[in-house]
């Protein structure tokens, strides 16, 4: 959480740093802030809310510069105002800070600071280390990179920062540990960023920053790295595959609704030359290359948060049905600090569609340090979870910039199934007959999204109807029990709805007590699986009044003839049901969302990349 993005080179910095943070504020959006050298001074602006805010307050000034900082915040330390905003400056107001991350023994560098006679004017974790590099500096008589070195020395937590300071206009000091910092390489210009998305447009030439390492960017030099215990790194340049057109909304009016219709795009994209269409045939690279593993593995464990925590919960399903490996599905959070017991046989998925996420990249040292193998599935390339990763499969949605998952979670899905029905193939778990046919099914799942997507307009306008509601409950039975928990999560991220993900047959367990004629009940009912159990399902909400909500597969008219309002789906395999399902779901809480007025990108008090535990 909270986007950093800096510029130093021959151009004017500020458009390039506002464009740059309104890209990476899907990280968080509490403040904005930006700071810049210009004529031996050290100019700081900083608003509360959104970037938006940031730039009408500095309209009514004079921002030159060509080199400079700037932050998007998701408040931790302090509230969201702008005393906490960033940049902080040193106490001299000699220097000025940007911090995505936590300094977690900031009480106690605060107590020695304020004995050396420093005062703050912010609550914010980040001031103490600014002053800290501050004092460094002074004490030992270093540069800027010294003092930064020296400094983080003392810091507990974790940290991605950026440091300029008013007497050397030519040098940006930027370092990272356990949040993420990109560096782009332009010509005679370096930029710095969260992710490289406000970098694409300038330069495809990026250098990924390692953990615990210090770059100096000096204006006409090489990029120089060294780590905090001064080791000097070579810096290895890699090329940027993003597009410029990946990042815009492309006449759609929110990235989430642009998104949601990517998906057959962006699944044949995590298909693509994996699935043999014509030859019903699976490839993946990351089994192949660690096929003696899967085989033997004893169990397999997914950790996960939020969405991607879900997609696990479905690859359960399928790894358990076709590879008849035992699996567990973990919050990350909860993994890495309960003790686990972990097996040196074990293979351990982490799902995150950032590769930041902190838990999870947590829960990934974790069950490395146990000499477990680690298989990543991620979106982004590059990220930190895929680089601490032994192996593991990329998921190739493009960037989602929506704070709500959703083209990720599909990409997640398949990238799951595909890793079930080749090691079920591999290992004669699943039979060759069942193999082929789902593999077939699995290369129709775009077509049958791109029809889905049709109904966009009629899920719109029974959408309305909804928005009285204060609560939902989705059920969903088998595979689409997960679907049921996304659903709900989708709607109450982005609508402020309150709604309950549940298994169908847990309902009579307690939430029945819950249904009224007031209450929307999303029940996911495809002609598969316990189709005729859901059905009774259905049929005690009924009973109670509840309006239901379904989703049915096409030609099903049982289930649509019980419900107030139906939407179908195409007929697939079971394990494929999730794919389609969840595309309903997804328009559904977007368009309730939209009806409310409610912001449907950067819903209140998320963020997307969750780099603080
Ligand atoms: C945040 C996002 C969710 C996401 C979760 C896990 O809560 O808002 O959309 O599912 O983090 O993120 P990851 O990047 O690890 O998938």
Partial sequence: MCGIVGYIGKQQAY???????????????DSAGIALINNDKLNVYKAKG??????????????QGTIGIAHTRWATHGEPNQVNAHPHYSQSEELAIIHNGIIENYAVLK?????????????????????????VKKTNKVDLSTAVQLALNQVVGAYAIAVIEKSEPDVIVAARKGSPLVVGIGEDEYFLASDATPIIEFTDKVVYIGEEEIVTLRRGMEIKIVTISNIEKTPEINKLEMTLSQLEKGGYPHF?????????????????????????????????????KFLNAKRIIITACGTSWHAGLIGKYAIEEFARI????????EFRYRKPVIHKDDIVIPISQSGETADTLAAVELAKSQGAFIFGICNVVGASIPRNTDSGCYTHAGPEIGVASTKAFTAQVTVLTMLALIIGKEKGTLSEEQYLKITHQLGLIPEKINHILKQNDSIAQFAKTFTYAQNFIYLGRGYNFPVALEGALKLKEISYIHAEGYPAAEMKHGPIALITQEMPVVVIAPNVGMYEKVVSNIQEIK????????????GDIVVANLSDYSISIPETEECLVPLLAAIPLQLMAYHIAVVKGCDVDQPRNLAKSVTVE
Avoid: C, H, W
Avoid at 543 to 554: D, P
């Fill in 15 to 29: 458009p390039i740093l506002i464009k740059g943070l309104q890209r990476l504020e899907y990280r968080g959006y």
């Fill in 50 to 63: 959104k970037v938006a805010e940031l730039i009408q307050f500095a309209e009514q000034k004079d921002i």
């Fill in 111 to 135: 107590e020695g600071l304020k004995e050396q006679g420093y005062t703050f004017s912010s609550e914010t974790d980040t001031e103490v280390l600014i002053q800290l590099i501050e004092y």
């Fill in 256 to 292: 989430m609704i642009k998104e949601i219709f990517e998906q057959p795009k962006t699944l044949s994209d995590s298909m693509r030359g994996r699935v043999n269409v014509e030859e019903n045939n699976i490839t993946l690279s990351g089994f192949i290359d660690n096929k003696e």
């Fill in 326 to 333: 035992p699996v567990e599905v973990e919050y990350s959070s």
């Fill in 543 to 554: 009973a109670r009044k509840g309006k239901i909500i379904s989703i049915v597969t096409e």
